[in-house]
């Protein structure tokens, strides 16, 4: 049995449970580095799957946090340049960074279908749903 599994059970009830819970989260997914390459790779999510299951850093908002180590609010993602479309329906975006022992391991990231719905508060919770998250992976 891998024991992996018991982590990425974990990490899907999470963002089943967000994206259930607050109605303009309508994407919840989970991205890690993968292994050594500068990318990013899909680990959980909860909505519609997606076919940017591998991000390259750099691109896309996705890519942008993992170099940037920042929060990043998007509040119009038509407004965007650097933005990977993963659903006509996604109107707004928010990635927060999640750091294990001060390293940028990850992120949470949100789509939402609704306009600009993304406040400090949800910053401030996305952190600290990560801090939680990074104690058991
Ligand atoms: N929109 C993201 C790509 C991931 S999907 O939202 C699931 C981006 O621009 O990095």
Known sequence: RNPEEGVD???????????ETIPYY??????FRNGDK?????????????????????????????????NFVVPDVKA???YIACSIHVKAEIVVPLFKNGENIGQIDIDSHTAD????????FLEWVNEKVAEII
């Open 9 to 19: 059970n974990r990490l899907t009830a999470v963002c089943t449970l967000l994206q």
């Open 38 to 70: 500068e990318e990013l790779k899909l680990r959980s999510f909860a909505g519609e799957p997606t076919d940017h299951e591998i991000i390259p850093f750099g691109r896309g908002i996705c890519g942008q946090v993992a170099v940037s180590n920042k």
């Open 80 to 82: 965007q340049d650097n």
């Open 26 to 31: 309508d994407w919840v997914g989970f991205y």
């Open 117 to 124: 719905p993304f406040s400090q508060e949800d910053e401030s």
